[in-house]
């Protein structure tokens, strides 16, 4: 019992760790945030971040290479749900699902989306190159489904569809919603007028479940 506390307390002091981290290099930057500020901002001292993490540098490559495995494992759950017994199989539905769920992942960690492109560069190239090739079988997942719904583009604009939609909802912090929402009190919640946008530059027209919670889709 003893040993599963401690372990249990371990992985939330981790988990602690990389949230806070996360914050801290999306408000300072990677380089201008040190060992002693990550220790205080989760109550320890910067030499008990090694318990943990090897390195500041391992920290980051966590946290990436974790966002990159999340965003790319709740892809695949969701064309595993949609091709299952039962289903139609429908790219239009799977295509809104996708986006509504980007889009939540990116409103939930807007941290870790605000250092997840321009902390790359400080990545080990070994780090590096793993986050690169979740994401491109993340966008290649995209493209399969964007490539049933839309047999009419080719390739090449399919790409630019994509990489053009990840920057709208990338660019898209949970702040910066409920900032617009309190403003403009739209008739519409932000988040699904976000996703509408964003499935009709990818569909070029509207789908009623890319206004919906990945639930309701479902």
């Not at 090897?54 to 974790?66: M, N, T, W």
């Not at 870790?112 to 190159?129: G, H, K, T, Y």
């Not at 053009?164 to 919603?177: I, K, Y």
Request: hydrophobic residues 40%.
């Amino acid at each position: 019992m003893t040993a599963t506390w401690r372990a249990t307390q371990k992985a939330h002091r981790r988990a602690a760790l990389m949230e806070s981290a996360a914050r801290l290099f999306a408000e300072r930057g990677f380089a201008a945030v040190s060992t002693a500020d990550l220790g205080e901002a989760v109550g320890m001292s910067g030499p008990a971040l090694y318990k943990h993490f090897s390195s500041k540098d391992a920290l980051l490559a966590e946290i990436l290479v974790d966002a990159s495995e999340r965003l790319l494992d709740g892809c695949r759950a969701i064309l595993t749900e949609e091709s299952g017994p039962g289903r139609a199989g429908d790219p239009a539905l799977t295509l809104a699902r996708l986006v509504r769920f980007h889009l939540d992942f990116a409103t939930s960690d807007p941290d870790v989306i605000r250092i997840q492109d321009r902390e790359l560069p400080s990545l080990a190239s070994e780090d590096n190159q793993e986050v690169r090739r979740l994401q491109r079988e993340y966008v290649q997942l995209w493209d399969g489904v964007l490539a049933r719904l839309r047999p009419d583009l080719d390739g090449g604009e399919r790409q630019v569809r994509l990489l053009g939609t990840f920057g709208l909802l990338n660019s898209t912090p949970h702040s910066a919603v409920d900032s617009l929402v309190d403003r403009a009190e739209p008739a519409e919640p932000a988040g699904a007028i976000l996703a509408g946008m964003a499935y009709r530059s990818l569909a070029g027209s509207s789908h009623p479940a890319a206004t919906t919670d990945p639930g309701d889709a479902a």
